[in-house]
DNA sequence: TATTGTTATACTCTATAACTATA
DNA sequence: TATAGTTATAGAGTATAACAATA
């Protein structure tokens, strides 16, 4: 029965959606080149631990390496990015982002934190309060599981 | 220098990428058939809003109507849904869930509350009532701006 | 002419399976 | 044998452009 607890999960199922996609869209249209979220999380990951291994990112986006592999080989292609090799273990390679790739996430980022800020800009501060709580529980909760391995069938 | 603001908007954009993953990770694992994020949508408005047209669910979606032609292939050709002629205007169609459909969304709805049920399993009830509080304040925020038209480059 | 929907085409996202190279 | 990563393949998500049928 506990009534609480369920509203809170319908909220999250309703609500968490068109935060995303209010995120999304202003990634394509907000600035000149346009980021998926994937791509976007990719970039902020190798900005903020430099010379991390494609495994690194897999675990921290919870996704296969193959899919990883190519995500990265897009941001490659687009030269956000560049793969350099390990010196300490030659089977792992090395994340770093091209000064291009720091400037297309700075903006990407800004941008969207702007528009965030925009779309928040009508409530009062205790409402912002409120929701920065709420973030701030949430938060830990919700923890990446490392890469998927789903269950066969 | 609307520090809280910003918070927000920071937190907004850390956490909810999590969530999402979280729910779609659930919805794959979850239950038997595997659905995606937007054919859950899917069919939980076609369960809620019966009789729609494809161009309300687009607008409903937020995606164009080739993109939400091309999700309702996949339910219909899973049996999820059916394609029916609209009477009144003989452009239009009729979306309907089928026996099947019924059965899936209401599988998958349940099985995804559940597990985001669990995963606040361990908050007070304070602690759920802040968060109750800021998806009642988010969720008029973020509404659904009808289909997208992208800017010509 | 405007609206509803589909088809063609082209990306990205994501997975599993099979592979190579290194440890 | 186990780990890091790539390639092959496949299906879903998403868009634009071009189209057909109806209003």
Same mark, same amino acid.
């Given at each position: 029965?506990?009534?609480?607890?369920?509203?809170?999960?319908?909220?999250?199922?309703?609500?968490?959606?068109?935060?995303?996609?209010?995120?999304?869209?202003?990634?394509?249209?907000?600035?000149?080149?346009?980021?998926?979220?994937? =791509?976007?999380?990719?970039?902020?990951?190798?900005?903020?631990?430099?010379?991390? %291994?494609?495994?690194?990112?897999?675990?921290?986006?919870? $996704?296969?390496?193959?899919?990883?592999?190519?995500?990265?080989?897009?941001?490659?292609? =687009?030269?956000?990015?560049?793969?350099?090799? %390990? %010196?300490?273990?030659?089977?792992?390679?090395?994340?770093?982002?091209?000064?291009?790739?720091?400037?297309?996430?700075?903006?990407?980022?800004?941008?969207?934190?702007?528009?965030?800020?925009?779309?928040?800009?009508?409530?009062?501060?205790?409402?912002?309060?409120?929701?920065? =709580?709420?973030?701030?529980?949430?938060?830990?909760?919700?923890? %990446?599981?490392?890469? =998927?391995? $789903?269950?066969?069938?």
């Amino acid at each position: 029965m506990s009534t609480l607890l369920d509203t809170c999960a319908h909220g999250l199922m309703e609500t968490t959606p068109k935060i995303m996609q209010s995120i999304r869209m202003e990634m394509r249209l907000g600035h000149g080149s346009d980021l998926s979220i994937p =791509q976007f999380r990719t970039l902020r990951f190798i900005q903020r631990s430099p010379d991390s %291994s494609l495994s690194d990112l897999a675990d921290h986006l919870g $996704l296969t390496l193959p899919s990883v592999s190519k995500l990265v080989d897009g941001l490659v292609k =687009q030269a956000f990015v560049s793969r350099q090799e %390990s %010196s300490t273990d030659r089977r792992r390679l090395t994340l770093v982002l091209t000064k291009t790739g720091e400037t297309i996430i700075n903006s990407a980022r800004a941008s969207a934190l702007a528009h965030l800020a925009r779309t928040l800009g009508s409530l009062s501060n205790e409402d912002l309060k409120t929701i920065h =709580q709420a973030l701030e529980l949430l938060n830990p909760l919700f923890i %990446s599981h490392g890469r =998927q391995k $789903l269950a066969k069938v």
